[in-house]
């Protein structure tokens, strides 16, 4: 069962009601949960994780894999579900991932992941919902 994005805010007062003080930060200011602090790490159900700003169905949980970063890994997104940026913060180049619907930070991605694509999606968990299936 797919489930509809929400209606986007229209400004930061309507984001700030909408999301907790930790999804805010993470998806509005960039932020960084703490390693380990995600409930999500242990999540082995069945379902689709959406984003915690806007419901878009962003991994699915077959694409999720145990990274032992800290962090949610996905191995693969969505199709046309996120965007990238390039992040040069904390003086490294990395590239951020984006929800594509409302543009909110979820994470970065790495070209060290496993099969089948190499990639280890490293997400926030607050940046995430699980609608189990």
Known sequence: ??????????????????????????????????????????????????????????????????????WPSFYDAKEGAVEFERDTSHGMVRTEVLCGNCGGHLGHVFDDGPDPTGKRFCINGAALDVEEN
């Open 1 to 70: 069962m797919s489930q509809e994005p929400r209606e986007m805010p229209e400004n930061d007062e309507e984001w700030r009601e909408l999301l907790t003080d930790e999804e805010y930060r993470v998806l509005r200011e960039k932020g960084t949960e703490p390693r380990f602090s995600s409930e999500l790490i242990d999540y082995d159900g069945d379902g689709t994780f959406t984003c915690a700003g806007c419901g878009t169905e962003l991994f699915d949980s077959g694409t999720k894999f145990g990274s032992d970063t800290g």
